[in-house]
Structure formats: C-alpha cells, structure tokens
C-alpha cells in the first residue's frame, strides 16, 4: 500500500513569514508532486520532481520553491507567505511519469 | 492548450438511484490516458478507474467509465448510488508525446447523495 505523509496536518502562518511543509514518501517513486486545492479550481500542480535533485515548476508556481533533498522528501517552501496562499496543499507520488498518483492527507494552511 | 472540464460543481442523487459524472476534454495528443479520482471527506485522492482504451467499459466499485475519443469524453456512472459514495470526485487526463508527459485535472464535482 503506498505511504505518503505529509506535516503539519494545519498551520497558521502570518503574512510575510517563511513556510515549509514537508512531504515523505515511503514508495520508492522517482516521482513527486505537491499539488493545491481550492473549490473552484481543483487540483492545480504548483511543482513536481523526477527524483532527487530534480525540481521542476508546474503550472502555479508563483510564490513556491521545491526542494527534493532524497528520493522519499519533497518541501514546498513558501519563502514570503500572502492571504492568497491560504489553501490545502496535497503532495502526491507516482511511479511512472504521471501515472497513477498516491495522494497524502494534505495539509490546511492559512496565512493571517 | 489541453483541458478537462467537468459540467458539474454539485451533483445531489437519492439513495438507489442511477449517478452520471460527466467529464469531456480537449487534447492534442494522440497518447492518453483517463482517471477518475475520489476524494473521501477529510481524506486523500486516490484513484477510482483508469483507462486508455477507447469504447472499453472499466469498473470499479461499482462504478464504471468508457472512454469514448469520438465524443472526447469520459463519464462515471453507477447504477444504483450508495451513502457512502457521497465524496469529491474529479476527472484527469494524462497525454503524452514524444517523451513528454502531463496530468490536467478538472475542477471536480461534488456528489451528495441523499436518504
């Protein structure tokens, strides 16, 4: 069964502060996304990563940095956090180029 | 560019009752591929059904799509909807060309289903 976990679960963050959630992944997929949800818009991918090493932006990633440090942890940094971040965050993993993705539990983040 | 667009934001069927989701897209692409995912209150995505064959049925949990290239669409059906079935549910196509891949989400169709 595929393993994605995610922290914190929520955060409160201020405007202008730094941000980090974390993402570990217990599948050996070379491949992981960190996706954010908003009714409306659905699953919008923001960054994703072939293996370590590797960050590539996706399709909103204005305001977001990625870091890939290890095959099993993606973070998606949020160096100056706005109101407009405010949202849930997934961080998913997939074995081959966007096949089947496993999702994590998410994390609610809202910045104040 | 490529889309998925699902017709549905809120989608409320009683108990015993047949569902549709509908899903259609727009692709360039000449390689790909469909899911439905379902998202469960307070829980992760995860995949429901998957198909990349044109005009074959795939199920799953009593839910069941076929992709049709003629009409670019990929609908999820029951027959008979469940309680338990109230979730998120959203429609992704993956294309891929020449090396190159990506995954597009539709904006996801909320199904309430009512006693």
């Known amino acids: 069964e595929a393993a994605v976990t995610q922290s914190p679960r929520n955060k409160v963050a201020v405007t202008g502060g730094k941000v980090t959630l974390s993402c570990n992944q217990t599948n050996n997929h070379n491949n992981m996304y960190w996706y954010r949800q908003d009714t409306g818009h659905g699953l919008r991918l923001i960054h994703y990563s072939y293996g370590a090493g590797s960050t590539e932006k996706g399709d909103i990633p204005d305001g977001y940095k990625a870091s890939r440090p290890s095959q099993e942890n993606f973070s998606l940094i949020l160096e100056l956090a706005t109101p407009s971040q405010t949202s849930v965050y997934f961080c998913a993993s997939g074995l081959r180029d966007w096949e089947t993705l496993y999702f994590g539990s998410g994390t609610r983040l809202t910045v104040l | ?115």
């Open chain 2, 1 to 115: 560019g490529d889309s998925v667009t699902q017709t549905e934001g809120l989608v409320t069927v009683t108990e015993g009752l047949p569902v549709k989701l509908n899903c259609t897209y727009q692709t360039t692409y000449l390689t790909i591929a469909f899911f439905w995912y379902v998202q469960y209150l307070n829980e992760a995505p995860q995949v429901l059904l998957r198909s990349s064959t044109d005009n074959k049925r795939t199920e799953h949990q009593g839910f069941h799509a076929t992709l049709h290239k003629s009409s670019s669409s990929f609908h999820l059906q029951k027959s008979s909807a469940q309680l338990s079935d109230s979730a998120l549910y959203y429609c992704a196509l993956r294309s891929y060309q020449g090396g190159s891949a990506k995954l597009i989400f539709g904006e996801g169709t909320k199904l309430t289903v009512s006693s």
